[in-house]
């Protein structure tokens, strides 16, 4: 959490003032209800805020911040670019809705990387410095080798993978879930916050494509971040992804494991490893397919035949275990969480917060209460 006693706020207004800017016309505010919303007399002293023709008091910026609702630290620094995609600029009043839905995902990922660092200046949270692949990386196969390598580093063989939380947490990467308010098709991002990554999660996307995602900001930290780094920066952004897709895929579902069955895989078969490996159906044909053991006829029949919700759920005996859905924050997080709450460093409506809704405020145990940080 951010402390503004502690902000040097004796220049770069101009700068300031710009990044107020661009967040209230992001989160839809006009001038003048930013002024009521923060106590100001008229939208005169916010335009003037704007411009950087009129400085901030501490208790003004902590105003700013509830009533445009994203951490102090936005408008003292730019916030740092998320691995798989870029951030527009907004030059002008108006703004379209995905340069809003990323400016909504850059909040919930910043406000989650302050938790992990607050944690951190509390003693009560040890990460691990991000894990980098030493291969190459040119090609979809070489992709595929960086799972291959993980896999054996982390002695998972080809089993399932019963949560991707405790591998990440391995690689330097924690992870939340939480409901993105930004557009439906907003999976999830992740980012390098220095010794460690964070990613957030869409908490209303399906399990297999959850865990894709997940598998896949887990692929963006281990493959090094390409916006900041000089791997892979002859290759373009879309050969990008898809040698991240290929890593993200061959750890969920190694295809050493469909070459058992050499020839015949029929689709009760598929369906059946594809709730094992809580994967999705589409994965689990590409998958399939690369390791050749259906035609490509079949794969293109079956794309089009999903697998029930009774399909899946009968194909494990009724007992399934869906990841990423009840805990929502990495382990050692929501350890460290409860630490701090236990010791008195933050309040039980703080713990709450940082939990991301994983418990309620009446499931905290009762300790000597502190302010809200």
């Known amino acids: 959490m951010c402390d503004y006693r502690n902000m040097k706020l004796d220049d770069g207004w101009a700068a300031i003032g710009e990044r107020v800017r661009r967040i209230r016309v992001a989160t839809g505010l006009t001038q003048a209800e930013l002024a009521d919303a923060i106590g100001l007399d008229d939208r005169s002293a916010v335009s003037k805020i704007e411009r950087g023709e009129r400085r901030i008091d501490g208790m003004e910026l902590v105003g ?36 809003t839905a990323m400016f909504r995902l850059q909040t919930a990922l910043v406000a989650w990387r302050n938790d992990v660092r607050q944690l951190i200046g509390f003693g009560v949270l040890k990460v691990r410095k991000p894990l980098l692949y030493p291969g190459a990386q040119e090609r979809q196969d070489d992709g595929r080798e960086a799972a291959r390598w993980l896999r054996k580093r982390l002695n998972l063989a080809s089993e399932p993978i019963e949560t991707l939380m405790r591998p990440a947490e391995a690689v330097g990467l924690l992870y939340a879930v939480m409901v993105l308010d930004g557009e439906k098709n907003d ?19 399906d399990v297999g494509r959850r865990r894709a995602t997940a598998a896949h900001e887990l692929g963006h930290v ?22 991240i897709d290929a890593f993200a895929s061959e750890f969920l579902l190694p295809a050493v494991v469909l070459k058992r069955f050499a020839v015949g895989l029929n689709r009760t078969d598929l369906i059946r490893l594809a709730a094992e490996y809580k994967v999705s159906w589409s994965l689990a ?73 994983q418990i309620r405020r009446d499931q905290l145990p009762e300790v000597d209460e502190v302010d809200s940080l």
């Open 285 to 357: 044909i590409r998958q399939a397919e690369l390791a050749e053991v259906i035609s490509d006829r079949d794969a293109k029949d079956w794309a089009g035949q999903t697998p029930t919700y009774t399909e899946f759920m009968d194909s494990l005996g009724w007992a399934p275990q869906p990841d990423l859905e009840k805990v929502v924050v990495s382990p050692s997080v929501a350890h460290a969480v409860m630490t701090a709450y236990s010791r008195s460093l933050i309040s039980a409506d703080r713990a709450v917060e940082m939990m991301r809704g």
């Open 222 to 243: 281990l493959l090094g971040d390409d916006f900041s780094t000089d791997i892979g920066v002859h290759a373009s952004k879309e050969d990008r992804e898809a040698v």
């Open 64 to 99: 700013l911040g509830r009533a445009l609702k994203v951490p102090l630290d936005h408008f003292i620094e730019d916030p740092p670019q998320v691995f798989a995609r870029r951030s527009s600029a907004l030059v002008a009043e108006e703004t379209t809705e995905d340069e």
């Open 187 to 205: 999976e999830g991002a992740s980012l390098n916050a220095g010794d460690f990554s964070v990613a957030i999660l869409n908490r209303q996307s």
